[in-house]
Structures are given as structure tokens and as C-alpha cells.
């Protein structure tokens, strides 16, 4: 049930846009995003719960495909700061088993 | 300040043993989750527990057990019978069994074998 995330990984130049994509083959019922940095807690960066709900954060945004069992991450206008590896967590119904997909490292250079 | 507190930050294992990681959170939390972590591999669910004196198995129970006798407290014990116990561990909680809810995570032990 662990969502598969792509791409694995992705280099940035500051100031680029990145798309980070979470499918799932169950039918889902809400979808989390969260951010990691080297030998950190993850960082909550928001839960979509209603398919085709989108939500923004910053430059930083997300998109829920309900029938497509799939979620988007947006990031523009990419900072330093966002350098880390970012994880969608799904749940497939309203019980708390998240299942987490395998991560995508996502480095921003000068 | 609210949040949750993993003990110890490392943790080294001698072969045959057993060790427990501990995990204590002051939010007030119902449900409570241990994850490992492994290079390369997303989050992998060991256990979980929506209420005291109650847990589930993840995906991955094999050579763990937990407790959940305090709301507040959910420690992780890995047992001889884990062969390959070295990963980043991560303990979270959220406020209720409802998928909407955000986790709240620890900052982790690593746990390596010597």
C-alpha cells in the first residue's frame, strides 16, 4: 500500500520550479506532505482531504486527483531552504494507518 | 513548549540483546506510531496505537514490540529477534484515528549494531 513517489530526486537552481508527484494504487482518503532534513523529524507541510482540493502554502502548493489516486507537489520559485527530502503520506479511509512513500530528495544550489 | 521527546539519539546494540527507545509526548495526543527509517526507503510503519492499552501491527512488526500503558508514553523495545535492527527510528502522534489528522514527529534515534 506504500504510494510510489517520483522523481527519486531533483537538483534545483534557485529560483526554478519543481513538481513532485505521489501515486497510490488504492483509492485514497486524504493525502499528507512532509519535508525532511538530514537526521530530522519530518516537517508537516499540509493534508489535502478532498479530491481535486488544492492548497497553498508560500510557494509552496499541492493538488489532490481523487480519481486518479494521485497528489502534486509544487514548488516555485525554489529558496535554499527547501532542500530536503519531501514525503507523501496516505491514508486509504478515515483510521490513522499512514502509509508513506519511499521520498524525493530535492537539492536547491545557488 | 508542547511536542515529543525521543530518548536516546543514538543507540548502539550488542548482538542477543534487547533494547527499548522511548517516546513520551505532552500534546495531549490519542494516537501514537513508530516508523523506521531506513537509507533510500520512505517511512515504514512498525506499530501503532489509537488508544491506551491498545496497538496494532504495521507493516513491519516482526522483532518489536511496544506498550501503550500511559497515554502519554508509547516505548519501543526491539528484540534479539530483529536481525537488522540498524535504521533511523521515528516515533509520532496525532490527535485523533482520523486520516485528516497532521503527524507530529520526534527527532529520532538512530540505532546502529556493534
Known amino acids: 500500500q506504500q504510494p510510489v513517489q517520483s522523481p527519486q530526486a531533483v537538483i534545483l537552481r534557485e529560483g526554478e520550479d519543481a513538481v513532485i508527484n505521489c501515486s497510490s494504487s488504492k483509492a485514497l482518503y486524504s493525502v499528507h506532505w512532509y519535508r525532511q532534513k538530514h537526521g530530522e523529524a519530518p516537517v508537516f507541510l499540509m493534508i489535502l482531504l478532498k479530491g481535486g482540493e488544492q492548497k497553498g502554502h508560500d510557494k509552496i502548493s499541492a493538488s489532490f486527483n481523487e480519481k486518479k489516486q494521485q497528489s502534486s507537489l509544487y514548488l516555485t520559485a525554489s529558496q535554499l531552504s527547501y532542500s530536503g527530502t519531501y514525503f507523501c503520506?496516505?491514508?486509504?479511509?478515515?483510521?490513522?494507518?499512514?502509509?508513506f512513500g519511499t521520498g524525493t530528495s530535492l537539492t536547491v544550489i545557488p | 513548549d508542547g511536542g515529543i521527546t525521543q530518548s536516546p539519539k543514538y543507540l548502539f546494540r550488542k548482538e542477543g540483546q534487547n533494547v527499548t527507545l522511548s517516546c513520551e509526548q505532552n500534546l495531549n495526543h490519542d494516537a501514537m506510531y513508530w516508523y523506521r527509517q531506513d537509507p533510500g526507503q520512505g517511512l515504514r510503519l512498525i506499530y501503532y496505537s489509537q488508544i491506551v492499552n491498545d496497538f496494532q501491527k504495521g507493516d513491519i512488526a516482526e522483532g518489536y514490540s511496544v506498550s501503550r500503558e500511559k497515554k502519554e508514553s508509547f516505548p519501543l523495545t526491539v528484540t534479539s529477534a530483529q536481525k537488522n535492527p540498524t535504521a533511523f527510528y521515528l516515533c509520532a502522534s496525532s490527535n485523533s484515528d482520523s486520516g485528516g489528522e497532521k503527524l507530529f514527529f520526534g527527532s529520532g534515534t538512530q540505532l546502529s549494531v556493534l
Open positions: 503520506g496516505t491514508s486509504p479511509n478515515t483510521g490513522n494507518q499512514f502509509y
